[in-house]
């Protein structure tokens, strides 16, 4: 594994490394709010059922951010992979905001 590789994994471990050090827990987080464009949009295309895409590139992005964020915390703490990395997604009360989530544990590993 070269230094400008990071593996991460929804896995307990990696198959082929072992893990030589958990250096902590590490998350990532991007809370997003719907445009008044967007939730037009949405209204829309809810009328005729379906998926509503207006939203599906939004979620999309947010979930790269989050998981970029939880890479880069990891790294700053010396970690080369992420293991158990979990998605969750919430809505923060009536604010019309959505809290995109990615945790996992930060890990040295080294090749088997």
Known sequence: ??????????TPTVAGYKIKKVLGMVTGLTPRT???GGIFKASLQSLKGGEITAFTS?????R?????????????????????????????GQTNVTLI??????VIIEAE
């Open 34 to 36: 719907r445009g008044v």
């Open 101 to 106: 989530s990615a945790t996992g544990t930060a």
């Open 1 to 10: 594994m070269s230094k400008s590789d990071f593996i991460v994994v929804t």
């Open 58 to 62: 939004e979620i999309e992005k947010a």
């Open 64 to 92: 790269i951010e989050a998981v970029e964020r939880t890479i880069e915390k990891a790294k700053e703490m010396g970690a080369n992979a992420i293991v158990g990395m979990d998605m969750e997604t919430s809505d923060i």
